[in-house]
């Protein structure tokens, strides 16, 4: 039985089908990744990696071509823990689930907040990887997850109202007469 799983990745700085073919050929090169696939539109990667394909890796790869992966951060509400040794099991559990880059568990607070992979990880996969653990977790009710779809739609209204400013402006010169030369 293989050991490989999916790892989606939201990336920065993509503009171009030439953008999506170094990806490709950068993330494929990588030993333990196969089966690369970029959507430019979405700017997002999807690739195979088996026990060998370190996500480590791929964000230093994607770094050095400079496509880094986005970067997200959530802050979960921890119940259940009572000392240190649960604050060191909360800590290993969350880093665990793959596309996790930090943790960081406050036992006063009874918090954790982790910094993961945009698109690797979803939040249900942290909330169910403590509680399984035996700390079971929640979102406080004011740090709901920055949607993808969101930030989208409001790059496309700046865009548009850009747009709309450059055309505003570009309209008098087509209104100009013609310059004509002495004579």
Not at 12 to 24: D, I, L, P
Not at 134 to 159: C, H, I, M, V
Request: aromatic share 2%; proline share 6%; charged share 20%.
């Amino acid at each position: 039985m293989s050991d490989s799983h999916t790892l989606r990745l939201s990336l920065q700085n993509m503009s171009c089908a030439s953008c999506v073919g170094r990806v490709e050929r950068g993330l494929s090169g990588l030993p333990g990744v196969s089966d690369v696939h970029v959507n430019l539109a979405s700017e997002t990667a999807k690739a195979q990696i088996d026990a060998q394909g370190r996500i480590s890796n791929i964000v230093e790869k994607l770094e050095e071509i400079g496509y880094p992966a986005r970067n997200q951060s959530t802050r979960l509400n921890v119940a259940s823990m009572s000392c240190a040794s649960c604050v060191g099991r909360v800590d290993k559990v969350l880093a665990a689930v793959p596309g996790v880059l930090d943790v960081n568990v406050n036992l006063a607070s009874e918090t954790a907040t982790v910094t993961y992979l945009e698109g690797s990880v979803a939040v249900a996969d942290l909330l169910k990887a403590a509680g399984d653990a035996g700390y079971p977790a929640t979102l406080p009710p004011d740090s709901a997850p920055e949607d993808t779809s969101a930030r989208k739609d409001e790059e496309a209204r700046t865009l548009a109202r850009r747009t709309a400013l450059a055309a505003t402006l570009a309209l008098p010169v087509f209104g100009l007469p013609p310059l004509s030369g002495p004579g």
